[in-house]
């Protein structure tokens, strides 16, 4: 079984600058996805990254990017010049790769408050 | 905007009645899941299905039962709901290899449950 460790409940930062939120997850697959989901207080979940672990190459998606070390297991994500609208609780997910459905497992997120 | 839907929003119910909760998708998309988000715990699957009258158990299904007799609706039924049910849950969908990828999920809005 895989499990998902995000080991910072809280954090908080100041409207344009940058912050990172770790995740480290345990698994014996080779072939699996990463990603970091979005929850703003409307509750809705929103996919802002995903990593294939068979790329060496990190993901970036505008001001979000990912930090993929794969031997360590560890794939935090930066974002850069922080924006009010990026408060939200933020959950890193782990992926096996099936041959046609796939089933998450999530950390237990991590509440980012951005100040101005 | 995945084309999902989630009925009803909010539910308050007492403990011992059926509850049935809707997932509605508009995209034809063959894979579905129920999740359930717990302060402390991230999201953790209770059922998934791979197609019409497919499903299977996930982390959590005890207590829990699902159906699909079309593609897109998805129904969670709680036969004789508990106060350990209240949460919310979200369905969500992934596509087709080839359309697009199967490797990621889309959220429903999801389903605020309340059981007295």
């Known amino acids: 079984a895989q499990t998902v460790t995000q080991s910072q409940p809280e954090m908080s930062v100041q409207e344009a600058e940058t912050v990172t939120l770790s995740c480290t997850y345990d698994?014996?697959?080779?072939?699996?996805?990463l990603f970091w989901y979005k929850q703003p207080p409307s509750r809705q979940m929103i996919l802002v990254i995903r990593?294939?672990?068979?790329?060496?190459q990190n993901a970036t998606e505008n001001r979000f990017s990912v930090n993929f070390q794969k031997a360590a297991k560890s794939f935090s994500l930066k974002i850069s010049d922080s924006q009010l609208g990026d408060t939200a609780m933020y959950f890193c997910?782990?992926?096996?790769?099936?041959?046609?459905?796939?089933?998450?497992?999530f950390g237990k997120g991590t509440m980012l408050l951005v100040s101005p | 905007d995945a084309g999902i839907t989630q009925s009803p929003r909010h539910k308050v119910t007492e403990t011992g009645t059926p509850v049935t909760l809707r997932c509605h998708q508009t995209?034809?998309?063959?894979?579905m899941y129920w999740y359930r988000q717990d302060p402390g715990h991230g999201l953790r699957l209770i059922h998934y299905?791979?197609?019409?009258?497919?499903?299977d158990k996930g982390e959590v299904s005890d207590g829990y039962s699902v159906s699909r007799s079309k593609t897109e609706d998805f129904l969670l039924t709680l036969e004789s709901a508990t106060s350990s049910q209240t949460s919310v849950y979200f369905c969500?969908?992934?596509?087709?290899?080839?359309?697009?990828?199967?490797?990621?999920?889309?959220f429903g809005p999801g389903t605020r449950l309340t059981v007295t």
């Open positions: 969500a969908i992934s596509a087709e290899r080839g359309l697009r990828s199967s490797y990621e999920q889309y």
């Open positions: 698994t014996s697959e080779s072939n699996y996805y």
């Open positions: 990593q294939e672990a068979y790329k060496q």
């Open positions: 997910a782990f992926m096996k790769r099936n041959s046609g459905y796939s089933t998450l497992t």
């Open positions: 995209e034809n998309h063959r894979y």
């Open positions: 299905s791979y197609g019409v009258k497919d499903t």
